[in-house]
């Protein structure tokens, strides 16, 4: 699962890039109706790739709602067995993927984690690396969780895994909903694998960080601790 919005420079690259190294897996993009024509140029791609499709969405609702979405529908999909979700920016190396899935033989979800052995981040600023040390270091104090990196988005599941997830009570978006997402799965009883990664700087395109997403990440801990 790929959400997309704006993606038009990196999509067509990284979907070539993931169907070589992972050539049988399938790909769906989801797309919030990505004005620079994003989806159109997924939907040109499914004419050489059968194995992509792309789940367009209304309008831009976030992150969360459209990972949301892409999850309830794949629950009624009952061919799919497992799942990986990442970005389309190419902060995430699609040769990854192969050793990520054969790890769920194991454990229900493999994390991709920079904060493990072996992990790391390229080329982001001195101000990002410590704003996401801080972020998992005050997650994981508030929360209790054992897991390295709770704001990554290159997560590789067991689809069992989201059928216990209560999805109507997740509302974050962005960091937030990757955190939440990852604390319901742990609460769930899921086991954890961290898969050490090497995290890049978006190739192309624009940043949808902003100060909304991390005044909700500040909350947000307090919010599942207290169950409101
Ligand atoms: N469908 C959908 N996808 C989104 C939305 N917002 C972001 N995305 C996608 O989610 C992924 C992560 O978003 P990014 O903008 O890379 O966020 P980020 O990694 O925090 O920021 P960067 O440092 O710029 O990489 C990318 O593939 C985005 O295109 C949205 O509202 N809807
Ligand atoms: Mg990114």
Not at 101 to 120: F, I, M, P, Q
Request: proline letters at 4%; glycine letters at 6%.
């Amino acid at each position: 699962m790929v959400p997309t919005y704006n993606e038009k420079e990196n999509i067509a690259a990284l979907i070539k890039d993931i169907f070589t190294s992972a050539p049988n897996i399938f790909i769906r993009v989801v797309d919030d109706n990505s004005p620079d024509g994003t989806a159109r140029i997924v939907q040109e791609l499914t004419n050489t790739y059968p194995n992509l499709s792309l789940m367009r969405r209304a309008g831009k609702e976030g992150l969360g709602i459209a990972y949301i979405d892409a999850f309830r529908a794949v629950l009624a999909e009952p061919d799919v067995r497992s799942l990986i979700m990442m970005d389309a920016d190419f902060s995430h190396d699609p040769k990854e993927i192969n050793t990520m899935l054969a790890k769920l033989s194991d454990y229900d979800v493999v994390n991709g984690s920079r904060y493990v052995t072996g992990g790391g981040i390229e080329n982001w600023k001195w101000y990002r690396r410590l704003l996401s040390r801080f972020a998992n270091f005050y997650v994981k104090t508030i929360l209790g969780t054992k897991i390295s990196d709770m704001t990554t988005g290159f997560i590789c599941l067991n689809k069992d895994v989201l059928k216990k997830i209560d999805f109507d009570r997740i509302s974050s978006d962005g960091y937030a909903f990757l955190v939440e997402l990852k604390y319901r799965f742990f609460k769930s009883g899921a086991s954890f694998y961290e898969h050490p990664i090497i995290y890049r700087e978006r190739r192309e395109g624009q940043s949808k960080m902003s100060s909304g997403v991390i005044w909700e990440s500040v909350w947000l801990p307090w919010k599942l601790k207290l169950g409101i």
